[in-house]
């Protein structure tokens, strides 16, 4: 009787240790047992443009909507918007104050249009929105870079961005990066599709290695050639219209502006400087 309860105690000590043995194998392997991963911070603004009024074919009002769909909060959001299709570099320094926190998963701002009238003949919008959240333990500066396009009849509608850019950095850094990055695209495009607008941009003469800084935007309507080394900014119609030519005093850095409608080349402009097509062109 004894060795019968020796061997019993014996066979549940060793069914004791062999089931503590398995658990701690599935402990090693279950996902439901493994510590949890702490989230990564998501720092991230989705607007979108909202038709809010429209008569006779003309917007009457209009907004901005933005939310956070990131994990953490946003902080001193800041934006600068055009009804211009084309991306300005002076926009860096017109940045106007939107709120001081948005909440994460959901916190919505609304930001209110300006001139419905001019956008609702240029058809786009370019909305540049810079704003602070943590990322890594430390607060860091972002911008965010969208660019709007209105398609189709005038109604009132929700419109997402036909383009978007998003980084962080420096924030003056950052807004000629996304200014760049986006450029050729937007000006090619305007260049190519717009029955009128305008294009504005600074160049410098020579590149950090000493080169040229030669720029053109070649479209198979209209097109646009900066040349530091014959100091001349060219606008040339394609299709219809007068070539209008402009010459330039030498400086490290030029401010150009190209002007175009139904008819071609409008203006040239550097430095303050301008030509413009005869009357009867």
Known sequence: MLSYICVAITCAVLGIIYWAGINSVFARFSPTEQTAQVEPDRQHIQPQLVI??????????YHLSVENIGNVSIRDVSVSFSSSPVRSLGMANM???????LPPRGGRVSVPGADPVELSKRRAIFAI?????????AMASFVSSNYFVLSGPLTQRSIDPQTFYEITGDI?????????????????????RLPHGTIEFQAIER????????????????SIVYNPVER???????????????????????????????????LVSVDG???TRGPSQ
């Open 52 to 61: 809010d009024s429209v008569k006779a074919g003309i917007i009457t009002n």
């Open 95 to 101: 940045m106007l104050p939107v709120t001081a926190t």
């Open 129 to 137: 929105f810079t704003f602070r959240a943590k990322a890594n333990d």
């Open 172 to 192: 003056s850094q950052s807004l000629g990066a996304v200014l760049n990055e986006s450029m050729l695209f937007s000006f090619s495009d305007a260049l190519a």
């Open 207 to 222: 590149n950090p290695d000493g080169s040229p800084n030669h720029i053109a935007f070649i479209t198979g309507r209209l």
């Open 232 to 266: 001349l900014a060219v606008f040339i119609p394609l299709v219809k219209g007068q070539i209008l030519k402009l010459r330039f005093e030498p400086a490290d850095r030029h401010y150009l502006a190209f002007a175009w409608d139904e008819r071609g080349p409008q």
């Open 273 to 275: 400087k301008f030509a």
